[in-house]
């Protein structure tokens, strides 16, 4: 049987390199001698070196060809550097052309898909050239109106003889690949309101969402090997769909199980997903980044990651999973001010709970504290209450601090040397008087930098964080329906002048 199952794989792979060599890219370059030449391939938005060669001294080399999956736009890269595009697919290809203007002297020798690929290339330059003195009449002020109409209405005929020489290439029947990013590029098509609608530009939002990929076969490995694809997927992820994260999930979720098929395209969409949710600076990204660690990178169905990398990412979603939004805050609990009478988060009764991790050595936190003050004053008596976690590894400049401060009417607590020694800290867990999380309160909320706030909600759900103190005024205010006062209201009037002073010479610097 073993030797059954090395004489098959031993055919297959006789097979997959006879189709190869049949399928060989053959180029001759005029001007080019004895020297190295690569064969690179476009992977979305970025352009990859994928095999090298050495020409003979008449400027001829060769490439093997690729295996479907491995198709897509492809570029010979020659020495200056220059290089010419092509569409790399299963059947024999040979190009002709110039070291000096390899696209433009190009001679497409064999292969249907990349004459039609040049022929169109071809007839776009004609347009462009066509086009030009219209362009000119346009942007020539001088110009009169019958001269600019005349002018409008010849580059309309020329974009309609674009548009049906894309449709034709689009829709004929061979299935050219370049036809498929033609296809790709085209905007989707709303059709009108249905008359019962009340909010119209909902529904066409709503029905661009739903069709966006119509135009792209989500089937086909070698689309993911060009620029489009990777404009399109960009726009949809940062433009087309809102910055939600519930709605981004299951977006996200929706689209790549429609690749479940379709490897390459899978991997492009799953890791720029992965990508910009990690590395967004919009509050609550990173609960997308987590859901889709847990789904797909957990799960062993990102096999293309190497082990350290997959398990750096994996730690990096674990590291997030205490504060993601719309998840109830761990229940932290850690002594007070005299370091002897424990406080815990959900004990806390209020509409509102700002959790906020601070340091006494903190300058950004000294210029935080004074606004949560105000809107502490103001905003205690209908239900806010702020738990303030001491980030200092020491207690005496944390207390030394608070001594001297107006923030005693806030719950303030903290660790210290003594309940962290492994022995105390093992007493106390094992007591129930608190818990590793609560000794871990660094970790458990992603604590890299302070202040760090978390605005909860009355089951002590984490409504917003990564806010800056007037960013958690707005947001209660626009809760409670009410008008916010604007920042000036928390600021002491130094804070305001040197804001106005900062103004004023950034805007005399532009």
């Not at 990859?48 to 295996?67: I, L, Q, W």
């Not at 759900?461 to 809760?479: D, F, N, S």
Request: charge should be negative.
């Amino acid at each position: 049987m073993i030797k059954n199952f090395a004489i098959v794989g031993l055919i297959s792979a006789l097979v997959s390199n006879l189709l190869h060599s049949q399928n060989q890219i053959n180029v001759t370059i005029d001007g080019l001698a004895s020297d190295t030449v690569y064969l690179a391939n476009y992977y979305g938005s970025k352009l990859f070196y994928n095999d090298t060669t050495v020409a003979n001294s008449n400027g001829s080399f060769s490439f093997d060809g690729k295996e479907f999956d491995e198709c897509g736009k492809y570029a010979i890269v020659l020495p200056g550097p220059v290089f010419f595009d092509f569409m790399l697919v299963e059947e024999p290809m040979e190009f002709h052309t110039s070291l000096v203007n390899p696209q433009g002297d190009m001679q497409v020798i064999k292969s249907e898909e990349n004459r039609v690929f040049y022929d169109y290339l071809r007839f776009i330059n004609s347009l462009r050239q066509e086009r030009a003195p219209h362009d000119s009449v346009l942007r020539n002020e001088g110009s009169s109106e019958e001269e600019k109409s005349e002018a409008r209405e010849a580059l309309s005929q020329m974009t309609s003889k674009v548009m049906e020489r894309q449709d034709e290439l689009i829709n004929h029947p061979k299935e050219y690949l370049f036809g498929k990013y033609l296809k790709m590029m085209k905007e989707i098509e709303i059709p009108e309101t249905p008359s019962d609608v009340e909010d119209e530009e909902f529904w066409k939002y709503i029905y661009y969402r739903n069709h966006y990929w119509d135009n792209v076969d989500l089937n086909d490995p070698r689309l993911v090997r060009d620029n489009s694809f990777h404009n399109l997927l960009d726009r949809y992820w940062s433009k087309v769909l809102p910055p939600d994260p519930d709605t981004l999930i299951v977006e996200s979720n929706k689209l790549l199980s429609q690749l479940e098929g379709n490897y390459e395209m899978f991997k492009y969409c799953l890791h720029h997903m992965t990508f910009e949710s990690e590395s967004s600076k919009v509050m609550c990204m990173d609960k997308v980044f987590y859901s889709l660690v847990n789904k797909y990178y957990k799960t062993g169905r990102a096999d293309w990651i190497n082990e350290d990398q997959l398990k750096k990412i994996i730690e990096r979603a674990d590291e997030l999973k205490h504060s993601l939004c719309g998840e109830v805050a761990h229940n932290v609990t850690l002594p007070g001010l005299d370091l002897t009478t424990w406080h815990s988060l959900h004990d806390i009764e209020a509409k509102y709970t700002l959790l906020t991790i601070w340091e006494s050595t903190c300058g950004h936190c000294k210029k935080e504290l004074p606004v949560l003050q105000k809107l502490y004053e103001e905003w205690h008596e209908k239900g806010l209450e702020i738990f303030a976690i001491g980030n200092d590894f020491e207690s005496e400049p944390w207390q030394e601090y608070l001594e001297d401060s107006n923030y005693n009417d806030w719950i303030h607590v903290s660790d210290n040397p003594f309940i962290n020694n492994q022995d105390s800290a093992l007493a106390l867990i094992y007591s129930g008087i608190t818990d590793l999380l609560s000794l871990n309160f660094r970790t458990t909320f992603d604590v890299f930098s302070t202040p760090k706030l978390f605005l909860l909600d009355s089951e002590k759900r984490i409504i917003a964080k990564q806010l800056g103190a007037l960013q958690v005024a707005e947001i209660i205010y626009r809760k409670e329906g009410v008008e916010y006062p604007g920042d000036e209201h928390f600021l002491s009037p130094e804070e305001i002048e040197k804001r106005k002073k900062k103004a004023e010479k950034e805007a005399a610097n532009e």
